[in-house]
């Protein structure tokens, strides 16, 4: 009773919430959530509206008359679109891989006090993430210096490290690794790279899972290295294909005249708009599934940087 009383006239009286205030901000979470959704079971709708009828009723968020054309035209009509699904699997999930051990590996050494070149490699990766070099030199160093332009390694390489990332690692490692732990795998005589891999990576799922969260999104939703970098149809991601497709289709909406094509002509060459919003669902819907298997890793380290500030 006592513990009570202290807990009730200490500051923990402050951070209580009121039932009504709690009601409220279930709410207007729930409302939030419904406009963050209500996009995606647009385009889910249209993907499964006959074509006829999206023509007579416009977008409806309930399809009025369901079809599943759209994903026919998918798979009987469109054989490139799983090829690029394909590239795109595995330039996510060799990318985010690759990118981990890298950015992890480099935030590792970067964490340690007694590296002589620590606070050198640090501004060094650090102003990269201030100051860009710019997209021509960028350009020539990929496609003439690297030569990597149409091949499968200029859709992974440049986005393996990231400073972001690099420094987010190195923070997590200061704050979370106690250096007595490193000290005593050196005394068993341990090599770094045994520290590394047998030591501090199972020891930092939280933020590995974090920065495969972020690398997994950015690897799956690219299309700018492809449409700067492959001219090889069969080296385009889905987002790349989606972009060039949807560049297609205006280019003849904007030029059917010009291109000497009747309007019955333009609608028969051109996809269908079912077809287009389920090529956007195949696009979103595997690194959907994928989040859930991030989610507790990624709380924990958005806990654990919370914690230790």
Same mark, same amino acid.
């Given at each position: +009773?006592e ?13 209580r ?6 009601v ?11 406009i963050? &959704?209500?996009?995606?079971? &647009?385009?889910?709708?249209i ?5 006829a009828?999206?023509?007579e009723h416009?977008?409806?968020l309930?399809?009025?008359?369901i079809?599943?054309e759209?994903?026919?035209f998918?798979v009987?009509?469109?054989p490139l ?6 590239v ?11 990118g ?8 590792y ?7 002589k ?7 060094f990766?650090?102003i990269? +993430? ?6 021509? %030199?960028t350009y ?10 149409d ?7 440049p986005?393996?490290?990231?400073s972001?990332n ?6 997590? @490692? ?7 732990l ?11 790279l045994?520290? @590394? ?6 020891l ?6 974090t920065?495969?969260? @972020?690398?997994s999104?950015a690897y ?6 492809a449409m ?6 069969s080296?385009?991601?889905l987002?790349a294909?989606l ?7 205006? @280019? &003849?909406?904007q030029?059917a %005249? ?15 708009? %079912? ?5 956007v669902?195949?696009a ?6 994928a ?6 890793y990624?709380?924990?380290? &958005? +806990? ?6």
């Open positions: +009773m513990n009570k009383v202290v807990a009730d006239s200490g500051i923990l009286r402050f951070m919430i009121k039932p009504a205030t709690n409220i901000f279930n709410i207007l979470m729930a409302v939030l959530s419904l963050c &959704l209500l996009p995606i079971l &647009l385009v889910v709708g993907s499964l509206t006959d074509e009828s999206l023509m416009g977008y409806r309930v399809p009025k008359d079809s599943f759209g994903y026919a998918l009987h009509n469109s679109i799983l090829q690029a699904l394909g795109s699997v595995f330039i996510t999930v060799v990318g985010t891989v690759l981990v051990v890298l950015n992890s590996l480099m935030g050494v970067l964490s340690r006090r007694e590296y070149l620590q606070k050198f490699y640090v501004w990766v650090f990269p +993430m201030i100051f860009s070099g710019g997209l021509i %030199a020539f160093i990929i496609s003439q210096f690297l030569r990597l332009a091949t499968i390694w200029v859709l992974i390489l986005l393996a490290v990231s972001f690099v420094i987010l690692c190195k923070t997590f @490692f200061r704050a979370t690794i106690p250096d007595s490193i000290e005593s795998a050196k005394l068993d005589g341990a090599s770094q045994r520290i @590394f891999f047998s030591l501090v990576f199972p930092s799922l939280p933020v590995m899972a920065i495969g969260l @972020f690398m999104f799956w939703n690219d299309w700018f290295l700067l970098y492959i001219d090889n149809p080296l385009l991601s987002q294909y972009n060039r497709l949807l560049q297609d289709i205006n @280019f &003849l909406a030029n %005249a010009l291109l000497g094509m009747t309007q019955a002509q333009l609608l028969a060459v051109m996809p269908r708009e %079912a077809a287009r919003m389920a090529i669902i195949v979103i819907l595997p690194i959907a599934m989040y859930p298997f991030f989610q507790r990624f709380i924990s380290g &958005l +806990m654990i940087g919370a914690i230790k500030g």
